[in-house]
């Protein structure tokens, strides 16, 4: 009997290589094999990080299991982390919980899929309010 596995294949790169900015050429960059299930590591996903600073943008492409080898990326990454969730990164401070100029989002529907430019924050806080708005609204007159 002879088992097969496939483990996903991430971009790994930062914006400061050549090839590597909000359009990615797949012609410089190439894929790279994240560590997946069959190497004990579970589940995986693809990662793009949008950091912003000032006016510039910088991005960060790589596999979710090597970012977790980083005491910066652990600290910082989102609890929630699924297929196409895009979300601000963690601080360790009570009164401002999330930096909103650092995003992660996570994809793992297709080999290389932190390529994709259009791979962005979803905004969930004006529909929670709106939600939360109309139940009071609804249950206060």
């Given at each position: 009997?002879?088992?097969?596995?496939?483990?996903?294949?991430?971009?790994?790169?930062?914006?400061?290589?050549?090839?590597?900015?909000?359009?990615?050429?797949?012609?410089?960059?190439?894929?790279?094999?994240?560590?997946?299930?069959?190497?004990?590591?579970?589940?995986?996903?693809?990662?793009?990080?949008?950091?912003?600073?000032?006016?510039?943008?910088?991005?960060?492409r790589e596999c979710l299991r090597t970012l977790r080898d980083y005491t910066?990326?652990?600290?910082?990454?989102?609890?929630?982390?699924?297929?196409?969730?895009?979300?601000?990164?963690?601080?360790?401070?009570?009164?401002?919980?999330?930096?909103?100029?650092?995003?992660?989002?996570?994809?793992?529907?297709?080999?290389?899929?932190?390529?994709?430019?259009?791979?962005?924050?979803?905004?969930?806080?004006?529909?929670?309010?709106?939600?939360?708005?109309s139940l009071l609204a609804r249950f206060c007159v």
């Open positions: 009997m002879v088992v097969v596995a496939v483990s996903l294949k991430c971009y790994s790169c930062q914006s400061s290589q050549p090839g590597c900015g909000k359009e990615l050429n797949i012609r410089i960059q190439r894929w790279k094999h994240c560590k997946g299930m069959e190497d004990g590591a579970g589940e995986n996903f693809c990662v793009k990080i949008i950091k912003k600073v000032g006016s510039e943008e910088f991005l960060t910066y990326h652990r600290r910082q990454m989102p609890t929630v982390q699924r297929h196409g969730y895009c979300s601000a990164a963690r601080t360790n401070d009570p009164f401002h919980r999330y930096d909103e100029s650092t995003i992660y989002c996570f994809c793992n529907d297709w080999n290389g899929c932190n390529s994709a430019p259009g791979l962005a924050r979803r905004s969930w806080l004006p529909v929670s309010l709106a939600m939360v708005g």
